[in-house]
């Protein structure tokens, strides 16, 4: 464990544009303006929108989760290396097609200006450009764990085909690369961090050992792991191998 070494290299995004398909070219990320895949009967549509530093005095649904961009190039997460974007984030909000907002942590439906306090751990930084998904639900479907679980799937399946042409683009163009070890200080105290997250159900989840960092596919739900205490090392943690859902 602690020969495992971590590298991650950033890509800087400049700028995000619509276009009629995904890529990344010269610092410009291009995304599609709907999504390209079925939607399930309990979701009547993905609403997606650009928002950057300008106009972010626009009203939002609740505010469900903001997700970097990265992907495992090789390695699994916490070893390896991983490609991940700076300057862009992912916004995922909600409501149902009556109103009622999905997942409504803190009454985050609102300005988005007035309801995030940027360039904190876990929100976007200042400058940064975001990509709003915005769900909404049918209005006869119950706001469950189930239809909470296949919203977080679904933005999944929109962000993976950049995580695709991330795993392929050239690390000689990073802007930045760290590396990262699990060093082990011999004749020092041995620190453990503990920290408890949220298993409640519905949308008081996290998704651990998922396949590519924050991501969903291939995670456990901790729920299902009956809330059991489980062991990663700091570069697990730092790699993306816990996805709040709260």
């Excluded at 530093?53 to 390695?75: A, E, F, Q, W, Y």
């Excluded at 984030?89 to 609102?110: K, R």
């Excluded at 690369?177 to 961090?193: A, C, F, I, L, Q």
């Amino acid at each position: 464990m602690s020969d495992d070494i971590l590298k991650i290299r950033e890509f800087h995004v400049k700028d995000v544009v619509f276009g009629d398909g995904y890529s990344f070219k010269d610092s410009v990320l291009t995304i599609p303006q709907s999504v390209n895949f079925d939607l399930p009967k309990e979701i009547l549509s993905i609403n997606i929108r650009i928002i950057k530093k300008d106009n972010r005095h626009l009203k939002v649904n609740s505010i469900m989760d903001i997700i970097p961009i990265s992907t495992k190039v090789s390695g699994k997460i916490g070893t390896g290396v991983s490609h991940t974007l700076t300057g862009v984030e992912v916004m995922l909000t909600g409501a149902s097609a009556s109103g009622i907002q999905i997942h409504d942590f803190g009454s985050s439906d609102g300005y988005l200006d007035e309801k995030m306090v940027f360039g904190r751990n876990g929100t976007p930084d200042e400058n940064d450009i975001i990509i709003g998904l915005d769900v909404i639900t049918a209005e006869d479907y119950s706001l469950d764990r189930a239809v909470i679980t296949k919203i977080f799937e679904l933005v999944d399946d929109f962000i993976q085909p950049i995580r695709k042409i991330l795993k392929v683009t050239n690390g000689r163009y990073a802007d930045y690369v760290g590396e990262y070890r699990n060093n082990v200080s011999n004749g020092k105290p041995k620190v453990v961090v503990i920290k408890q997250v949220s298993g409640q159900g519905a949308m008081y989840d996290n998704i651990l050992f998922p396949n590519e960092p924050c991501g969903i596919k291939g995670g456990v739900s901790i729920i299902d792991m009956n809330n059991f205490p489980t062991i990663v090392t700091p570069n697990e943690y730092r790699d993306g191998i816990i996805h709040a859902l709260v």
